[in-house]
Structure formats: C-alpha cells, structure tokens
C-alpha cells in the first residue's frame, strides 16, 4: 500500500504552476536528440512487432512524447497527475486522448497494454515507492509488452534527491532500476546511457524493458 499522497499533491500542484512554461521549454527538444528519438524509435518498433495494442505514455505532461509515440505509429494515450498538464496536451494534440491520473493506480484492467513509457515521469516517486510503481506496471501489461524508462542517471551514487527546477526527483543508478524492475517481473531488452549535452546537468538513463511474465 502507498501512502505518497504529500508527494502526489505537490507534483501535481508544482506542474500546474509551471505548466504553460514548461510546454513551451520542451516543445522542439526532441529535434537536437537524435539518441533519445532513437531509443523511442527502437521502443516502438519492438511494440509494434510484438502485435496490435495499446500503449501509455505515464507522465505525460503537455503530450510532446505521447504525439511522437502516435508519429511512430503506435496507439498511445497520456496520463498525467498535473490537470493542467492534460488540458495543455488536449488543446495541442486533440486527436489523442489523456486522462488525468497517477502511475501507480491506473485505471485499467490487468494485462491491457502492449507498452507503457516513462519519460522522466518515474524520477519524481519517492525511492521507496518506485517498487509499487513497477509493480503496477506489471499488472497492466500484457505478456510480451514493452516498458522504457528516462531517467536522470546517478554516475556511480545511491538513488538520491536532486534540486529539480519544478519539484523534488531522484537521480537513479541505471544497474539499481532495471534490479527493481527485474524483480517486478520486467526483462531487460536493452539500455542507453547518453552524456549532458550543453546546458543539461546530468547523464541520461535509457531502459527498455520486456514483461517476462
Ligand atoms: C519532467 S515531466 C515529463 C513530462 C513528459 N513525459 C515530457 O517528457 O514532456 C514529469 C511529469 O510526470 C508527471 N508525474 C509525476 N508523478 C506522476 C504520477 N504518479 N502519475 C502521473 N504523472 C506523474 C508530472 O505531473 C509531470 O507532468
């Protein structure tokens, strides 16, 4: 049982304020990353070969990934905690759908989806939810279906807090998430570690993941 509600009312509230902002900072991101393209690239292609299905984006903020994800061909809808956030993301991407909730009770049945990505949504949780998490995860993928996560990378420290520019999140080992989604039942497809380009602070964490169940 997760008692994170301080945690999920001040994420939500902290991206409500800086919704707007933040839509506008990350809108064209993706056009100067061509390793983080990639990685969806390749997460989407492993979606697609493994069968029809849908896909959630988990986290999604003002919907930028989850429109990519659409572009690569893929049946994909956001969740998000922040209200503002989605109504953000329904105004942009009006043929998509997004749903104002949180990762770790998802509104779906067992086994629905054939994919679900985490972009930078899963630094926020508190290290010692992040095991519920993934655990939900699990319960709502098919067999077979893929997980990626994006993350901070810690460069050889503990999971530890960082002063974020919106709201507390965590740097992450890469060995040390893709343990606690080996236990949650995830098998390990394959990583991608990307270094700061100029004005970032810290390696980025790529972990592409398979139910094994
Ligand atoms: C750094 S932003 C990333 C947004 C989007 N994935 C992108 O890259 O543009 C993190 C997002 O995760 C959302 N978030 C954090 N914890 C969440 C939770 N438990 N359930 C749903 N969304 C959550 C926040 O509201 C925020 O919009």
Redesign the pocket.
Known sequence: MIDSSSY?RA??DA?DAVAVRYAEF?RAEFDGLPLDRAVLAAFAEYVRAAGAGPVA??????G??TAHLRDLGLDVFG????PV?IELAREAYPDLRFEV????ALDLADERLRGIVS???II??PPRDVPSYLAEFRRVMAPGGHLLLAFFESEGGPPAAFDHK?TTAHRWPIDDLAGLAGEAGFVEVGRMLREPREGERFRRGHLLMRNGG
């Open positions: 999920l994420t939500a991206y990350v984006e988990l986290g999604c903020g003002p930028r990934v969740v998000d905690l922040s956030m909730g949180s990762m770790h972009w930078y949504s926020h949780v919106v």
